[in-house]
């Protein structure tokens, strides 16, 4: 393995535990496994002699740079790694041409591993352009940010794009206790409670590499490595104090309960404190925000219409930057609900609705609402006698919508609050219309 910025210091260094137990195989890679089942790109780049282009993209510690070095590791590739955070053109040109040399004198390919690539400006990734496009490299970029804004299109159409996923806490779990038992990592030197395990997977927040880091600076407090690692042991190397929360337990019921009632009750500090305890207990982002798209609708609604769209904005930015800088797209989320005035109703009338299609109040569909396009149904009378709404003032025409059983059913009743109270007014004058009241 080559790196370009490797020095004569840094090779007598010992290696950090993340590096020690760095995977060897694609079967020894844990978590990615719809990137490494028989017949993905990777296990056909593995298995084939041919030069491929892949952009890696993925949240920190899923094994993006694991799976390169796999990957020239399995195949006997050479492997030069590059970080975009200090390399410049020079450098992608001066590695381009060592891999052409090599390709011509012995026919060994070279893995050309470029980390950060979305750092790159626009020239440095033209540079890499006609090493993949001739295929002198097995290109690999790494990215954590969406490669559609931060790759140029010509690169990007050049190679496979695969996604990884943060780690499950079953994965870290494993990665742990690998770690702690084979004599690349801890050598079995070291034991670890069962609750600082737990405590461990929860700071890792779905990062192998996170996790590792945090083990072996608990190792170093123990007995030259070779004592216990407690949770005591963990919050003093981690200076983060061990959250009591079970994910499958009475306190995560218990405090999503009190996180979603201090929203209802306007209490955006009590909020902001439940928010704060499951994500540093090691709550799923896109479980918390799946909870606070349901509350704008549920305990919002129409008194405040921008609320959701905050809420799913924030939804989105979780998925696409995950922690921790997502926990200020949440936080966003959760004071902007909390503040804002509350409605039931869109959650009422959704729900009577549905009682009374459950209890068999549907009725005919309207002739003249029925579809008219298909042949045939001219004859059978559908569409007959509809009124089309725009072409009258206001966009408003007085005909049935509703069928007969439903007709005097008020599902949708706004309450006066915030944005729903002049809704509630227009929605009045229209219901009286429509009904000829």
Partial sequence: MESLFDSAAEEATPQPLAVRMRPRTLDEVIGQRHLLGPGTPLRRLVESEAPMSLFLWGPPGTGKTTLAYVVSNVTKRRFVEISAVSAGV??????????????????????????????????????????????????????????FFSVISPLLSRSLLL??????????????????SDERGLGGRATIAPQALDHLVRLAGGDARRSLTYLEAAALLTDSGEGAIT?????????????????????????????????????ADAALHYLARMIEAGEDPRFLARRIV?????????????????????????????????????????????????????????????????????????????????????????GEGYQYPHDFDHGLVRQDYAPEQIRDRRYYQPTKHGAEAPVADRWARIRDFLRGS
């Avoid at 690539?117 to 020239?123: I, L, S, Y």
Wanted: a negative charge; glycine letters at 8%; one cysteine or more.
């Fill in 90 to 147: 020079k450098d992608v040109r001066a590695a381009i041409d060592t891999a052409r040399r090599e390709l011509g004198m012995t026919g060994r390919q070279t893995v050309l591993f470029v980390d950060e690539v979305h750092r790159f400006n626009k020239a440095q990734q033209d540079a890499l352009l006609p090493a993949v496009e001739n295929r002198w490299v097995t290109f690999i970029g790494a990215t954590t940010e969406n490669p």
């Fill in 163 to 180: 996604t990884l996923e943060s780690l499950s806490d079953d994965d870290v779990r494993v990665v742990l206790e690998r770690a702690v």
């Fill in 231 to 267: 949770v005591e042991v963990v919050e003093k190397a981690v200076d983060k104090a061990a959250v009591r929360y079970d994910r499958q337990g009475d306190q995560h019921y218990d405090v999503i309960s009190a996180f979603i009632k201090s929203m209802r009750g306007s209490d």
């Fill in 294 to 382: 349901i509350f704008a609708s549920e305990d919002v609604g129409m008194a405040d219409p921008t609320c959701l769209q905050t809420a799913v904005a924030a939804a989105q930015a979780v998925q696409l930057i995950g922690l921790p800088e997502g926990q200020i797209n949440l936080a966003h989320a959760v004071i902007h609900c909390a503040l804002a005035p509350k409605s039931n109703a869109v959650v009422k009338a959704i729900g009577e609705a549905i009682g009374d299609v459950r209890r068999g109040l549907i009725g005919q569909v309207p002739g003249h609402l029925r579809d008219g396009h298909y042949p045939g149904a001219a004859k059978l009378g559908h």
